[in-house]
Structure formats: structure tokens, C-alpha cells
């Protein structure tokens, strides 16, 4: 099995868009008025969709995280991109910058080898 599509839900549909565009460099494949935005995922789709008013964003101080593989250099670029928009890396390890979006959510780049999986 592969990811076939993320969703996130979130509270401003243009902030999200804009930080995920900018900081992360994802291109759109569908947008869906102010409601939802896909973003490509090579070959997986995030899907950025609007909360509803009286629904829960994530936990304040959340360590759930989600992690996109990337190269050194993307990494790099990674880090540029975060210093141009403002965007703090909250922590790193020696392989992985973590960061949070708009709505609070963890997320990062990994350079991180993983083993061989079966399946593949």
C-alpha cells in the first residue's frame, strides 16, 4: 500500500494554502472554491479542507506530526523557504525539521533512511 490522499481540516483555507505552497513548495491539482484545495503530493494528494466553525483544530502543543521524505537539498531549501515566510523550525534532529502550520499541526522534512519495506 502507498498514501493515496491526506486530508487536513483547517480553520482559513488561504492561509493554509499559502503556508503549505510556500514553505513546503506544493503545487495545486484541484481546487474547489473556498472550500477545499488539493495539493500535490508526489503521486499522493494533500487535501487542505475547510473546518467547520464549531469543529476542533488540532491540541495545542500536539506532538502528532506528520513527515514528508526529502533529500539533503530539498531540506535545505526547506529551511530557506521557512526563513522567508517567518516560520519558525521548532525542532530539529539531525535528519528531521519539524514546524507548525497555521492551524497548529506539526509537520516536517525528513532525510531519514528508512529500511527496506516489504511490498516494495
Known amino acids: 500500500m502507498r498514501v493515496h490522499h ?3 481540516r483547517c480553520s482559513d483555507i488561504q492561509r493554509a494554502e499559502g503556508f503549505w505552497r510556500g514553505v513546503f513548495g506544493l503545487e495545486v491539482v484541484r481546487r474547489d472554491g473556498d472550500r477545499a484545495v488539493w ?6 494528494v494533500l487535501m487542505l479542507e475547510r473546518a467547520a466553525p464549531a469543529e476542533p ?3 495545542a502543543g500536539s506532538l502528532d506530526f506528520l513527515a514528508l521524505a526529502v533529500t539533503p537539498e530539498a ?9 522567508s515566510h517567518g516560520v519558525s523550525i521548532e525542532h ?3 535528519h528531521t525539521r519539524y514546524v507548525r502550520d497555521p492551524d497548529g499541526r506539526r509537520v ?3 532525510t531519514y533512511p528508512l529500511p527496506p519495506l516489504s511490498g516494495r
Open 57 to 59: 483544530l488540532p491540541a
Open 108 to 110: 516536517g522534512v525528513s
Open 92 to 94: 530539529e534532529t539531525p
Open 6 to 8: 491526506i486530508a487536513l
Open 75 to 83: 531540506r535545505a531549501d526547506f529551511e530557506r523557504r521557512c526563513a
Open 39 to 44: 495539493l500535490d503530493l508526489d503521486g499522493a
